[in-house]
C-alpha cells in the first residue's frame, strides 16, 4: 500500500462520526505508519475501481474501506468484527467466527443490546432449554428462527445440529417424533445399514431415519430425490413411481 499525506490523514477523520475511535485509530496508523516511512500517512487505495476492505492493522472492529480509490475507516456494527470473509453485514461477521490475532475487539466489551439480543448483531439461544428455533439479532431485533426439520440449536456452534449430539438438553426422539428400535431384525433392509440402521417414515416419500447409537436422526433427501422404501435410499423420482407426484413442502 502506498500513503497519503499527514494533511490528509486528519482530513479524512473529519468525514467519521465517530471522532474519539478515529482519532485513535488514526494515531495508532499514523505511528506505525510514520516509525516505518519516516512520514506520516494512512492506508491509500491501491485500487482505483470497485469496492474492496482491508483489516485494520489493530482493531478487529474496524476496516478500511475502498470505494473507487477513496479510502474511509468503517466500524463494524456491535457484536460483528471484520476478518475479510463472513459478510453478516456491511463486510463484518459474527465475534464468534472472527480471529483476531493480536487485533484489538474493545467494542465487544461494550455490548449494545436490546430485549432479547446481547449485541445488536448475534445468534442466540431461546433458552437453556432445548429448543428446534434460534434468536438471530439484526440491529438489535430478535428474529425467532426456525432450524432444519429435525434439528435443533447447538449454541457451541451457534447453528443447529442434530439432537443426539445434545443430549444433556435435547430428546432425540421427540424433536424427530421416532424411537429406534432395540433390535433391528437380521437381513432386513434396515440391518444392511447396520451400525447405522435406517427406517422409512410412513407417508413422507422426501425423508427417512438413521438411528446413531439408539437415537434417531432425521435425514432430508436432497433436491430432486425421493425415499425409495424398498432400498431405504434416496432416489431419482424416475426410480420410485410410489412417489411420483410427491412435492416437497
Ligand atoms: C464507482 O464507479 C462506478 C463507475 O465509474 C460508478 O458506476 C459507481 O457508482 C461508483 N460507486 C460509488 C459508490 O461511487
Not at 478500511?64 to 476478518?83: A, H, I, P, R, S
Not at 463484518?92 to 490475532?101: D, F, Q
Request: proline share 9%; charged share 15%; hydrophobic share 30%.
Amino acid at each position: 500500500m502506498s500513503g497519503i499525506s499527514t494533511a490528509l490523514c486528519f482530513q479524512f477523520s473529519s468525514h467519521i462520526p465517530n471522532m474519539k475511535t478515529t482519532v485513535r485509530a488514526l494515531l495508532a496508523i499514523c505511528a506505525v505508519s510514520a516509525v516505518q516511512a519516516g512520514v506520516l500517512h494512512v492506508p491509500a487505495c491501491p485500487e482505483p475501481h470497485g469496492v474492496q476492505t482491508y483489516a485494520h492493522p489493530d482493531l478487529c472492529d474496524h476496516y478500511f474501506k475502498c470505494t473507487n480509490g477513496t479510502v474511509t475507516l468503517e466500524q463494524c456494527e456491535n457484536g460483528l468484527l471484520y476478518d475479510g470473509k463472513g459478510n453478516v453485514h456491511n463486510h463484518c461477521n459474527y465475534n464468534w467466527a472472527v480471529e483476531c490475532g493480536t487485533r484489538k475487539a474493545d467494542s465487544l466489551t461494550r455490548p449494545l443490546g436490546t430485549p432479547g439480543c446481547l449485541y445488536q448483531f448475534g445468534i442466540y439461544p431461546e433458552g437453556p432449554h432445548c429448543s428446534t428455533n434460534y434468536i438471530k439479532c439484526a440491529h438489535g431485533v430478535p428474529h425467532p428462527t426456525p432450524c432444519e426439520p429435525g434439528l435443533a440449536y447447538d449454541d457451541k456452534t451457534h447453528s443447529c445440529n442434530w439432537p443426539d449430539l445434545l443430549l444433556d438438553t435435547c430428546n432425540p426422539e421427540a424433536i424427530v417424533g421416532f424411537k429406534c428400535p432395540e433390535k433391528v431384525p437380521a437381513h432386513s433392509v434396515s440391518a444392511k445399514f447396520l451400525p447405522y440402521p435406517r427406517y422409512p417414515i410412513p407417508g413422507d416419500c422426501g425423508r427417512l431415519i438413521t438411528c446413531v447409537n439408539g437415537f434417531p436422526r432425521l435425514i432430508t433427501c436432497e433436491h430432486g430425490k425421493v425415499l425409495d422404501e424398498e432400498s431405504l435410499t434416496c432416489e431419482d423420482y424416475e426410480l420410485v413411481p410410489k412417489c411420483a407426484n410427491f412435492v416437497r413442502k
